[in-house]
């Protein structure tokens, strides 16, 4: 199955004529040259296209650290509404529903992560750490403190360490301990008067529970630094335990992640970003309040100014509220303890060894042998005792088996990890489908993985060729054939 | 109602002997956290049926008034055919991610590389990325860019004065962890004050920023100029506009552009409260300082054409701290619907639609010109979509007193409105000539 | 805008060179229409641009006035979860056609045999069809098949009086070209006078048939007797019943139903004018008379399980004449809806739906026979969504009054109104009743 | 690729208990069963199985004589506006907007038609010409008229015949002319006084203009019978010719074949009637008028009654109202010649031989030798002159060429038909690749013919075994496996 570019199907140049262009000829383009096809030559391409793409109605998408959960379809038809299409220059006045809805959400992800305000605008998780790194940096600016460091787990996601670079600060790696987790040693020797904050996910990246939590905030916080947390793994901890309560000051939230708005392929999801009351001044501009039974907008008193040029991906904001209305406090809480459940129960199932524990919602198996594990000690494990396999293989062998693979070889402190994240909405049958996959890919032979896939739309792609030699838009490929 | 989430499937015997396969007395045990750090509170949100969430989320959104906007200034909507709607909420492409495993997710990465080709027709130049956030982060990102790419000593941002707040107000946080300086330029008439700006560059400048329409809906009479002028003390010229402004005005490439950025999701979204798609394009000699995801052709085992995320290097899941931006998830699915609706219009259809932002705008100028009081266009250029009026009273006045009418335009001055027209209200400038009249 | 069809792909160039291809001088040429017949005329109907037809039926529709509906009788809707809409609008399923080719459509076949299914689980006979359009054919081609198949010697069809005008006049269509004669037996309590039945039915009797609920919403007590004094006659027992009911009242099978028919459109589709979604289900020993499309299982060239459309010869296109039915086009878009609306509220979630159709009756029943001027429910019955009502005043003006305050009810009699509660609107059942006093 | 049933998935038996019953226990029944699955494994479910389905989307699709065109899909939104979902039981004053757009529909197709009234009762077509044979009754007995037979053509569809018996009447077949279509003379001889009407589609099932319609009309009218049109081939005709100036008298139309609504996998579509002045006041009740300025319902004088218990296939009705005004005259006109075009095109491309025409919009291909014809004599056609084969497994072979293949085996007067019709919305890319999907099948070998497919979901299915043993529910698959 091979479906031709748009452009390999029909392509026109339309000319600008200075006789029928509404301007001078000298501001405008000479002629424009894109695809000319029809309404059902398009529905086809798209649909083919579409059926070509891997998606979570598709099967399993345990990609470690993504929380690919199902998207309720309603929150489409919810942010579907033709009243949420407001432009954001309108008076406060007139939209008082978007308001309402957005105060709303402020206050349910404030109550979820126990933080005292929160702010929507960043357009993504990444985004939403960059506003909460300039939230730490106004903060310690306001109180004369300049500081220069920004301590980052090497277990950590790269948009921490991007992010605090961004931001203009120095990046202070911490290896991981021996047990997957933060070194509290590591990082009473690195924490210091440059400290201005110290950026944990909780789970960890590979969904351990930073046991010390409290012993690392205080740490941070007699050396006047903060502590931000990492949203991304927030799946974990619905109902069990809350950022603000650990000691965290700053964190934000992965609404496409732990609220189940959709991924669209890479996008657009949004990274609220939450802080305790001392924080609440610093945080983007503009900042909702409800006063007197009306909502408004206001600039707080010494805020970071903006991360984005409006309020944010506000369609991705509508979907989060109504995820969140849906399940409530029991099924917000019962979610996390089936993605806990679901990350336990196929981790006892699968032959690969995973070296550290107990892990909530998403484990690192290892691409090689498994130690007999006290728990079990079956024999299919010895079987699989003496085989080491590149974890990069096994992945493209798993999707011969019908499934997608986890994120793999991250993090880099496990070897050849396979970073699993199955979430709560697999049910048992498709945990066991995915144990057979791991258990089969991991059996196969060198021979066999260095082939895969072989039952997929493409065969294994050159990645380096594309590198070698980027060939980025039809004219490229257009150019090349001449 | 079920008691749990509604969207893990497991029944009650199912967790009952999951649980013991995994060794767990119960869920509660599956939890390695600490007791004092432990929740054990309530949130105090209360789960709903489907039915009453969307009643309740439907009724809060109907107190946003019902008003005919003739809005503008970086937000544009145009018709989105129900093509678009149709087919990007197909579940295969809505529901996936980042396309990790390009062997099963040839689908959106093919639409991804048709986005970019789009733009790379446009524009002219050969890289574009698969989005950025919005034009805001997309221009701030430009800073950046030429920051680390610079063969100038000095690090000054050259901005517009009229440039929009919000997009001035992401800059300087971007470029505030850098060397970068933003300074601005003056501007005459809604344009580029060359003279201005030609004064104020020398060889500290890293980038010179311009927009094509303005904020102000003028159309840059001079930007080869521009270019020259960049390009002669050795900054980066950035040129800021939009997908459908680029079907009409000069390419970018013809006057010079080394980044394109701008808004792109005029295109293939309704109006979203400022939710944008940030188009980034730029030449091959920047290609390895691109933010942002790169999709690129290569070949699979077979032979067969494929397509793949590519350059990763630059990225921040490779090269953390060294990476080219911290942005990971991006606006993907916009990107697509945005491809949809260019693909939809065709190239007639798209030039089409560029030629009637500038006719529908000069018509309803002229016609608000007519009236007692008002002036419209303020600025003696061509316009695009959108222009500045000038009223005898006072500004904030008038658009309140249109607002009670039924119509949001914008305040960008004491005397001053600003007025945005597209084929989505089109059909009401009529009626919002009308209330002009009726207001004065 | 483009001057021929949009969605006919054909560019200029292609028209031409495929006219050149089968010796074409025009378009003209290709039709073989003699000049007296040629139209040369036009229609006078305007092309309009997608958006401009979508605003023009917005607007024409939004003449329909915004009543909430207390609206039963045989078209009854529930809350419809956007799974249904979302998944039922994929092109795969909405643009396909009847499974011809059964080795490229085990999708849809799946999900018909799946409809199929439920029908049997929920009637308890083993055969259900894939859809008739509505009740009221459903009815009257059980009927027809109760002519074919009977083992008596006359044709009466019994039916109560109070059979709804669209079901009656229908059934007297179809049975107009056979012997059947259609004739009604007295009904008391807005259920079945069993004596009175058991004088109608001699041996020339056909078909005996019944409804649970009745058109009246009152839960017939005696079923069972029903059943048995048509079978003691050699008539075929056909009762019609709707997919909600069957979930929570007597199961047909075993009250001794031939055939059951009814309205499954009650789950899966809104409030449509009428469009409906016919149940059809019966006994194993008429399998070859029933009328419609049935799907089977059975095995393809590798052994796998597979689906097909079976036992076609009973079908118009290869019976003709002697065909069960002239029906070809069905339901089968609504089938699937229904089926996934069903899957959607599995067993707990259907059962519980169809108890609060009894409940929520019940207390909107007792909230109004709490007015002065009111009695509610009339008849002494149990009820299903719906009950007649008395008002002392006249029904019609109090109708007419009710709908200036926002409200749609039924008249069913001089001093009758007829009100149907369910899901969808039992939020409103206190405003009604505040109507109702508002009003009378 | 095999999707388990629903109930192989997860099956509950909820049990009706006497104690939290609204009901007494003798008006319930014991227990339900039925398949209890989470909206997330429905999803997935439902997604899979489209994926298991052809559809226009999927590509060509050219079953002959069910037109099977592409749905725009903005008349999906157009019927999703909640102003349409409105009881059939409302007043009349209360959805004036409803009766405007079913007036307005009236009216298009009354003028598409050349028809004095039209009637949006009839769900399908085959309901509309049981209302169009009602109508024909009616008009006769009004007139004192004893008329017992029905006129059809042996091309016509199965539909007709069933139509005219369900009605009462004897059908008379009238044998196909050699021509392929209607012969003059045997319809002379077919005429009588018992003539209540003849059925014909035209251009026929085959394609082919009744030239001598005028003529047919004529001999009908003559008779004191009446002409009756079935509506299915009206994609060949729109904006070239009308039944009503052909001397029809009664027509039905199908919406979802004509004007382009979704054939939703076998139905809903919807079949209005249109008839002449004089048998208007026959039509089916109510009938929707506009009365000063409002729209009013009403029982024309000498209805035939109902043929739908409502007001049909209302949603149906709004799509097709939204397709007819988005094309409008030059639209509709273009449908039709581009539906010729290429169904010409196509026919020229296929190495079968088409033994009639000159066809329209489709044509029967015989799945055996081609002759050479006149107009070609290219060498392919020599080259496959031996070739006979059976059009069912052509049809089988297609499938593995990804193509949908033509409706096969009828109309029965052409041997081994393939039966094609394209619709204007292949463009000549998709025509070619559906011609090499002819040719190719016709070219493998029997045993290839045999076997296939193979590239499909399934492999050639069993239907007689299917008939034989009849399993039409999941409880009978249960029953026998047990």
């Not at chain 1, 924490?191 to 930073?210: H, R």
Request: hydrophobic share 40%.
């Amino acid at each position: 199955v091979y479906e031709p570019l748009l452009s390999e199907k029909n392509s026109t140049r339309v000319e600008i004529d200075a006789e029928d262009s509404p301007l001078p000829d000298d501001l405008t383009r000479d002629s424009v040259e894109l695809p000319e096809l029809s309404e059902p030559e398009l529905a086809r391409h798209y649909t083919r296209l579409s059926q070509m793409n891997w998606s979570v109605e598709t099967g399993p998408y345990p990609l470690g650290s993504c929380t690919m959960k199902y998207n309720p379809s309603f929150t489409e038809d919810v942010a579907a509404d033709p009243n949420a299409a407001v432009h954001p220059d309108r008076s406060a006045r007139s939209v008082q529903g978007t308001l309402e809805l957005l105060s709303d959400l402020q206050d349910y992800l404030g109550r979820i992560g126990g933080m005292d305000a929160v702010t929507l605008q960043p357009p993504a998780g990444a985004a939403g750490e960059f506003a909460g790194i300039l939230v730490a940096k106004a903060y310690h600016e306001a109180n004369g403190n300049d500081r220069s460091e920004v301590i980052v787990p090497a277990s950590a996601h790269g948009t921490n360490f991007a992010t605090a670079a961004m931001a203009g600060y120095d990046v202070v790696e911490l290896p991981s301990g021996e047990d997957g987790r933060v070194d509290v040693d590591a990082l009473d020797a690195a924490v210091s008067e440059d400290t201005a904050a110290l950026m944990l996910t909780n789970p960890n990246t590979v969904g351990l529970f930073e046991r010390d939590i409290v012993e690392i905030a205080e740490m941070v916080h007699d050396a006047g630094g903060l502590l931000y947390y990492d949203g991304a793994n927030l799946n974990a901890l619905l109902g069990r335990g809350r950022p603000g309560d650990m000691g965290f000051d700053i964190m934000h939230y992965n609404v496409h992640k732990t609220f189940a708005t959709p991924h669209g392929g890479g996008g657009p999801g949004a990274g609220p970003v939450g802080v305790v009351k001392e924080l609440a001044e610093f945080l983007p501009s503009p900042h909702v309040r409800e006063r007197g039974g009306s909502y408004e907008l206001y600039e707080p008193e010494r805020t970071v100014g903006k991360v984005h040029g409006y309020a944010g991906n506000w369609l991705v904001l509508v979907k989060a509220y109504a995820y969140i209305a849906r399940l409530g406090d029991e099924g917000l809480a019962d979610a996390s303890a089936k993605a806990v459940l679901n990350a336990n129960y196929l981790a006892e199932k699968v032959d690969l060894e995973v070296p550290y524990g107990p892990f909530h919602h998403e484990f690192a198996a290892t691409a090689g042998e498994r130690d007999v594990r006290e728990s079990g000690g079956d024999s299919r494990a010895n079987e699989n005792a003496k085989r080491s396999r590149d974890a990069a293989d096994v992945a493209k062998r798993m999707l011969d088996y019908g499934v997608h693979p986890p994120t793999t070889k991250w993090p880099e402190f496990v070897p050849e990890a396979m970073l699993t994240e199955p979430t709560e909405v697999e049910n048992r049958d498709s945990l066991d489908d995915l144990a057979r996959a791991f258990n089969e890919s991991l059996a196969d032979s060198e021979e066999e993985l260095e082939r895969a896939p072989s039952r997929t739309t493409a065969r294994r792609i050159d990645q380096a060729g594309a590198a070698r030699n980027p060939r980025l838009s039809w004219r490229a490929l257009d150019a090349e054939e001449e | 109602m079920t008691r749990g989430s509604p969207y893990a499937p497991h029944t009650d015997a199912e967790t009952r002997e999951m649980l013991a396969a995994v060794g767990a007395e119960s869920e509660e045990d599956l939890f390695d956290i600490p007791d004092e750090v432990r929740f054990d509170g309530e949130f105090g949100i209360e789960a709903r049926r489907e039915r009453d969430v969307r009643r309740e989320i439907a009724t809060t959104l109907s107190k946003n008034d019902d008003l005919t906007e003739f809005l503008g200034r970086g937000h544009h909507s145009h018709y989105v055919p129900s093509l678009v709607d149709d087919l990007s909420r197909r579940s295969e492409f809505l529901t996936s991610y980042t396309q990790y495993q390009p062997e099963i997710t040839q689908g959106f990465l093919q639409v991804l590389f048709e986005y970019q080709s789009m733009l790379v027709e446009l524009t002219g130049l050969p890289v574009a990325n698969c989005s950025m956030y919005d034009d805001a982060t997309a221009l701030a990102e430009a800073a950046r860019l030429a920051g680390r790419a610079r063969r100038v000593s000095g690090g000054r941002v050259l901005v517009p004065e009229i440039l929009r707040e919000g997009k001035r107000r992401v800059l300087d946080n971007y470029v505030a962890g850098t060397d970068l300086d933003v300074e601005t330029y003056a501007t005459d008439d809604g344009t580029v004050d060359i003279d201005a700006l030609e004064a104020r560059v020398d060889e500290d400048v890293a980038m010179v920023y311009a927009e094509n329409p303005t904020v102000r809906g003028a159309i840059e009479p001079r930007l080869s100029e521009i270019g020259d002028i960049a390009d002669e003390s050795g900054a980066l010229f950035c040129l800021g506009t939009d997908i459908v402004a680029l079907a009409l005005l000069e390419e970018p490439a013809a006057v010079g552009a080394d980044v394109v950025v701008g808004e792109a999701d005029a295109l293939g979204m309704p109006a979203s409260y400022g939710m944008g798609l940030g188009l980034f394009a730029t030449r091959e000699e920047f290609l390895r300082q691109v933010p942002g995801r790169l999709v690129g052709a290569s070949e699979d085992a077979a032979d067969k054409r494929a397509y793949t995320l590519t350059l990763q290097t630059r990225e921040q899941h490779i090269r953390k701290e060294r990476a080219t931006s911290n942005i990971c998830t991006n606006q993907a699915w916009v990107a697509l619907r945005t491809a949809m609706h260019v693909a939809s219009l065709g190239p007639s259809g798209l030039v089409d639609l560029a030629k009637r932002c500038v006719t529908d705008a000069e018509a309803l100028a002229a016609e608000l010109d007519g009236l007692k009081g008002v002036r419209a266009p303020v600025h003696d250029r061509h316009h695009f979509r959108e222009f500045v009026v000038h009223v005898d009273q006072p500004a904030r006045a008038i658009a309140s007193d249109l607002e009670a009418e039924g119509f949001a335009v914008h305040v960008v001055g004491e005397h001053r409105l600003q007025v945005c027209v597209t084929d989505l209200n089109a059909s009401k400038t009529d009626a919002l000539v009308a209330a002009f009249e009726e207001v004065l």
